[in-house]
């Protein structure tokens, strides 16, 4: 018997030691790009009314800039632009909001502005305790009336605020739609960076439960009445993020499919890579595509949030899931003309290899999907840049064109 309990402690430990191995040792590398403030980012805090102020003494809100515009920003405090709110999570900074600020900043040098937000928790342990998550969505509901009340003289003023919600942060964001007082009109798009939105990581404590049963519960009941109006986002990090299991990004069984996105960072277009648990906040590729889809959101009319439902969508799918490789999401044409001044590569065996140490010119690879006697094909591509895109088509010729060599599909 001393023996058997002798073997089990050994393989035990030896199941130990390589788990720890797998974590430490056998990742892969971090591909992220990091996100650079060509000037010194900087936060300014935002008044707030003395009542609230004593009912939450360890909160902040801040907005961030750079330069000459938070300069303006300090001397009188009117705002132009898109609100944009970022919600830390557990543990988190409100200054982790500087990678997505400074982007959309040099990007609305072209551009309508974005005013970026930011909630100061005092770093709070609230996925380990649940007992402070109500008092931050409290104070989070607060933060967006105070945003909007900013905005008051502007000739086209805000009516909502875009949530950005890292980690626990997100599960606030859509926690906001619990609180009876709320008007759930002021929010219509949330964005949710490695949250997890079934359920806690750790079950600490009954608040944990509590609080995300509550919530869950909500947007299921309401999911078509008080809901029907907002679309959300849910990224997960991927294999690096050790600390967040995908399934617990998901948002299946709790928000409306046609309103609602759950990706993976791996599958994202143009970040294609996976990332740990705090890099999803700076990494660059990922940045880009929220900023992206974020000026896409906003109406020519206005230029503030488009309200209308299937265009957000249509603009989230767009940068998040089925990138065409236009840079503008409305120009996706249903037939594409091939320059025949492009090199067209035809494949014709099973099995095809095509190498190129430089090409001058853009390349088409026309990969022919065999359904005859029942083929499957298969097409991998590897060690593609992020401007290479695989379309899937139907070949046409064009009677109306001299040449019947220029196809499109």
């Known amino acids: 018997m001393g023996s058997v309990v002798r073997v089990l402690a050994l393989l035990c430990f030896f199941l130990f030691v390589w788990g720890l191995f797998d974590i430490f040792a056998n990742h892969e590398q971090n591909t992220c790009e990091m996100t650079y403030m060509f000037e010194t980012p900087q936060y300014v805090g935002i008044s707030l009314d003395e009542t609230l102020k004593k009912q939450f003494p360890k909160y902040n809100l801040y907005i961030y800039g750079e330069g000459n515009y938070i300069q303006k920003l300090r001397r009188n405090m009117k705002p132009e632009g898109v609100p944009v ?5 557990n543990a988190g900074s409100y200054k982790q909001v500087r990678s997505l600020a400074s982007v959309a900043y040099r990007q609305a040098a072209l551009k309508s502005h974005f005013n970026y937000f930011t909630v100061d928790f005092n770093e709070e342990l609230s996925g380990l ?5 109500m008092d931050e969505t409290k104070f989070v509901e607060q933060c967006i009336y105070r945003i909007l009340s900013l905005y008051e003289r502007e000739v086209n003023p805000p009516t909502s605020v875009i949530l950005i919600g890292h980690s626990m942060g997100g599960v606030l964001a859509r926690a906001l739609f619990v609180m009876p007082s709320f008007d759930p009109k002021l929010v219509g798009t949330i964005l949710t960076l490695a949250s997890p939105h079934h359920a806690p990581v750790v079950m600490a404590d009954w608040h944990l439960k509590e609080f995300f049963q509550g919530v869950n519960d909500y947007w299921r ?28 990004t998901s948002l299946k069984n709790i928000a409306a499919d046609e309103r609602a996105i759950s990706i993976t960072a791996t599958a994202v ?8 648990h705090l890099c999803i906040v700076w990494c660059k590729q990922l940045i880009l595509a929220i900023v992206r889809a974020t000026f896409d959101l906003m109406s020519m009319a206005s230029e503030q949030e488009n309200k209308v439902v299937k265009e957000k969508m249509d603009v989230l799918r767009h940068h998040f899931v089925s990138h065409s490789g236009s840079r503008n999401y409305r120009s996706r044409p249903d037939v594409f003309d091939i320059d025949q001044s492009y090199l067209v590569v035809r494949p014709v065996d099973f099995k095809w290899n095509f190498q190129r140490k430089k090409h001058l010119s853009g390349t088409f690879i026309q990969v022919p999907i065999r359904t005859d006697q029942g083929f499957n094909t298969f097409t991998a591509i590897t060690n593609q840049d992020n401007d290479d895109w695989i379309f899937g088509c139907v070949i046409k010729n064009d009677t109306e064109k001299k040449s019947t060599k220029q196809p499109n599909c």
Do not use: E
């Open 85 to 89: 709110l970022f919600i830390p999570g």
């Open 129 to 133: 305790y649940g007992g402070v998550l």
């Open 269 to 276: 277009p143009r970040v294609w890579r996976s990332m740990d």
């Open 221 to 248: 009941i309401n999911i078509n009445s008080t809901l029907a109006h907002v679309v959300i986002v849910s990224v997960a990090g991927g294999y690096k993020d050790i600390l967040m299991p995908d399934q617990l």
